[in-house]
């Protein structure tokens, strides 16, 4: 068991505007620079669209958009992180893939209620590391039910 | 000891042994009294008992184990087969297949057994009863001798009971043998008099053959009965001689005891013909009579990375084949030629490779029937044609549902009640047919029942009632497209909500699941004589024909099947009605379906106003659309992809597929947008 603690531990840093994100290594399938993005019709204004990952068509969310963040422009630094959960694999496009480090539960602490805007549902703790402020994801909850259904409300509306 | 490395092997074998039970046991039911095939139900239960106790599932060998117990007393005619008792075999071939299945998904295949193990005990002990009592009638004294080299056989308790009261009474029992002239045209007729004159003097206690079998004339020229009367037998024996046409009576006292001697004999018999049988089979080593060619078994994941594999090099095919063209050289346009055609085979080899027999589907359908027609008293037979037929695995494991839906629907309300049936002068027994045909590049699945059909008014005032179509639009509506409307969504035309198909999902999720792989489901009745449910199916779903057009920068695969033709027209040959837009297609008005719009396409550049719009028709049914795009790339194969879990049910979006580029491409369902 203690191989998965260590696991747990291992997180992927990354950058969106401001602020510094991770995500457990676990879950991570692999960091890869931008790919032609195919447009999927009908679907959230997040979903970027599919790629064609190795023969794998995967979905790609711009998490920019799913923050409701401002979006910019795709640079050379934007990254998108392959992730999976229960069986869903998806790619986010990030600013930028920082580090890979060790996270030790101690120092996460549950995430501050004053945040109060459409991040907040999203995140599952905050840890301050050596002055670094890392924002630590529910990845479950970013690819939650309701969104899938959202999605295809979405789509059958415009149907 | 370790067993893990023979689990595989075993779950095999079992399925394959429970496959063989199952099959042998419907044809045990229709012929209770083939010992052959009581010998191969007893061998695989015996079979299953050994190898789950070697594994050491106890659940499994326990209950095997008084399956064979039952089987065994059959076997030595301790006990005959009755319905009901198939019922429990049955349910406890079931609660068998249950257990397999647990243990394949990593259980322990232990369930509780201890109601059936019951029920199995009483059958067992219902045979033991009736040992005892035949071995202490036996040790009685009697001075009765066989009389007759085929006496009556399989008396039941009740029988045995009034016979030994009517003998304690003072009647007299005798077995009367009478055989008709061999000329004899009426043979029915001749039984109905002897009955007759018979049943004026006392009673039949049984018939051999049994009385529906004379009065349909299915014996030779000879039958005997059981009877109970006070008449002396020359009597007798004088009143049916009158009857012409009988050439010889013969009247013989019948006692109980007599019986017993007689099944004694008939075990003898029966051992004598187990020996014949067992040399039978040593003659003829694979009595099911399957065709033994050689193979090799091969893993599925195998086949699926094969094909995997072969699906990028077809990607990479596409991609040599455009970087040939723009290069032009000949040589190598050649060998690009030469690798496609060759690739070509490969494909079809390996697509051939991945076909199953569809069988492997229905061989659970026979149980099925026989079960929910029991459940629902009606009487259904169910004959399969073509289960030989093949399929690719990855339709097999998606069409079973389907297929189930279908039947439920067909048992309950497709076929009536058997009084209802005989009212209708129909055989009170109905029939379902399942039958399995290719044709081109398509497999065909047929639904046929004898039932009472599809009522056209019923159909049309539900689908009104629940705002499916408006009243308007009933009487225009030909048959066949009222019948598809119990495939509507919200539809469900049972009166009364059953356990077996009116949960209230409705046929609807059939036709979803059979657009999903691409095939259709149509529907035809008559009144009173029937229903056909045919569902047509592509024979594989991994590589495709597409036609990729472009819209702005945007590329799509509109798949060959669903396209009759393309098109350019000028602008001015499209016309408005109802506030749509629409064009006189060969004489049909076609409504055009702008991709444009209906995927939000981003405007690319600034194309100057053409006065000629591309177009492809593409028909579902018999309805048709004109997809409005910018331009046509061409034709290419293609292998389909999912979009992921995250990403269901998109509008109009079958799929992806990855281009020759490396691009991925939607594919558009077609289906979706013709309405």
């Given at each position: 068991m203690e191989y998965t603690e260590l696991e747990d531990r291992k997180v992927i840093v990354f950058q969106l505007g401001e602020e510094e994100y991770v995500i457990p290594?676990?879950?991570?399938g692999g960091i890869e620079r931008l790919h032609p993005i195919t447009r999927v019709p009908g679907?959230?204004?997040?979903?970027k669209g599919v790629i064609n990952l190795r023969g794998v068509v995967t979905p790609i969310i711009d998490l920019r958009t799913r923050f409701g963040m401002e979006s910019i422009q795709y640079n050379e630094a934007t990254r998108i992180i392959i992730v999976h959960v229960n069986e869903i694999e998806v790619g986010f496009i990030v600013d930028g893939a920082n580090d890979v480090i060790d996270l030790p539960d101690e120092a996460i602490e549950p995430?501050?209620?004053?945040?109060?805007?459409?991040?907040y549902d999203y995140i599952r703790g905050v840890a301050n590391l050596n002055e670094r402020l890392l924002i630590l994801l529910d990845l479950e909850k970013i690819l939650t039910e309701q969104d899938i259904e959202r999605t295809q409300q979405i789509s059958r509306m415009e149907g | 000891m370790d067993t893990n490395q023979y689990l595989a092997i075993f779950i095999d074998e079992s399925t394959e042994h429970l496959n063989t039970m199952s099959d042998y046991m419907l044809e045990l039911e229709k012929n209770p009294s083939d010992k052959s095939i009581i010998e191969e139900i007893f061998r695989a239960a015996h079979t299953l008992k050994g190898m789950s106790a070697t594994m050491g599932y106890n659940d499994m060998a326990d209950l095997t184990h008084k399956l064979e117990n039952v089987f065994d007393a059959i076997r030595y005619d301790k006990l005959s087969v009755q319905v009901d008792m198939m019922d429990v075999l049955f349910e406890v071939h079931e609660q068998l297949l249950a257990m397999v299945e647990d243990i394949a998904s990593g259980g322990t295949g232990e369930q509780d057994i201890s109601h059936l193990v019951n029920k199995l005990d009483k059958l067992e002990k219902g045979a033991q009863v009736d040992t005892s009592s035949e071995s202490s009638a036996q040790g009685e004294k009697g001075n009765a001798k066989v009389q007759n080299e085929r006496s009556m056989s399989n008396l039941d308790e009740f029988e045995l009971s009034i016979l030994n009261e009517a003998s304690e009474r003072g009647f007299s029992n005798y077995e009367i043998t009478v055989q008709l002239n061999e000329?004899?045209?009426?043979k029915a007729a001749r039984t109905f008099m002897v009955f007759e004159v018979l049943e004026k003097h006392g009673e039949i206690i049984k018939s051999d053959p049994p009385v529906n079998d004379l009065e349909e004339e299915n014996f030779d020229f000879q039958f005997k009965v059981l009877f109970i009367t006070k008449y002396p037998k020359d009597e007798l024996k004088k009143k049916l001689k009158k009857i012409s046409e009988v050439s010889h009576i013969i009247i013989n006292p019948f006692s109980t005891k007599t019986y017993k001697k007689a099944q004694e004999k008939l075990e003898t018999d029966n051992k004598a013909i187990k020996e014949r049988n067992k040399t039978d089979e040593k003659s003829i080593p694979n009595r099911s009579g399957r065709q033994v060619s050689k193979t090799i078994r091969v893993n599925i994941e195998r086949l699926d990375i094969l094909m995997n594999l072969f699906e990028e090099l077809v990607i990479d095919r596409g991609r040599l084949e455009q970087i040939a063209s723009e290069l032009n050289h000949q040589e190598l346009q050649e060998t690009v030629e030469r690798m496609t055609r060759v690739s070509g085979d490969l494909q079809n080899i390996i697509l051939t490779m991945r076909m199953v027999p569809i069988e492997q589907v229905f061989s659970r359908f026979p149980r099925m029937i026989r079960k929910l027609s029991r459940e629902m008293e009606k009487d259904i037979a169910i004959d399969i044609i073509g289960a030989e037929t093949e399929l690719d695995r990855t339709v097999i494991d998606e069409i079973g549902d389907p297929l189930v839906h279908l039947l439920r629907n067909a048992v309950d309300h497709g076929i009536e009640k058997p009084e209802e049936r005989r009212r209708k002068g129909k055989p009170e027994q109905g029939t379902i047919q399942l039958k399995a045909y290719h044709s081109g590049n398509h497999v065909f699945i047929e639904i046929t029942d004898d039932g009472a059909g599809i009522n056209r008014e019923k159909v049309l005032k539900k689908a009104i009632e629940n705002g499916i179509i408006h009243e308007s639009q009933a009487h225009s509506l030909k048959d066949q497209e009222v019948y598809e409307l119990i495939l509507a969504s919200g539809f469900s035309t049972a009166e009364v909500v059953s356990d077996v198909s009116g949960r209230g999902v409705g046929l609807d999720v059939v036709r979803t699941k059979i657009e999903s792989l691409g095939g259709r489901v149509s529907i035809d009745s008559e009144q009173d004589k029937g229903s056909i449910f045919s569902i047509q199916l592509p024979l594989t779903l991994s590589i495709m024909s597409v036609l990729l057009i472009e819209i702005e920068n945007e590329t799509y695969a509109i798949p060959l099947s669903s396209i009759i033709e393309t098109a350019i027209i000028e602008k001015k040959q499209i016309l408005s009605a109802h506030h749509k837009k629409v064009i006189d297609f060969r004489g049909n008005v076609v409504p055009l379906v702008f991709l444009k719009d209906i995927f939000n396409v981003p405007k690319y550049s600034d194309y100057e106003e053409d006065e000629y719009e591309s177009i492809v028709i593409v028909k579902k049914g018999d309805k048709m659309a004109a997809l409005v795009v910018d331009s046509f790339i061409g034709q290419q194969e293609i292998v389909l992809k999912s979009l992921g879990k995250y990403l269901q049910d998109v509008f109009a979006i079958s799929g992806a597929t990855i281009l020759g580029d490396g691009q991925v491409a939607l594919i558009i369902d077609t289906n979706a947008l013709v309405k």
């Open positions: 290594v676990r879950h991570v679907t959230a204004n997040y979903i995430s501050p209620d004053v945040i109060g805007t459409e991040v | 000329d004899c045209l009426l």
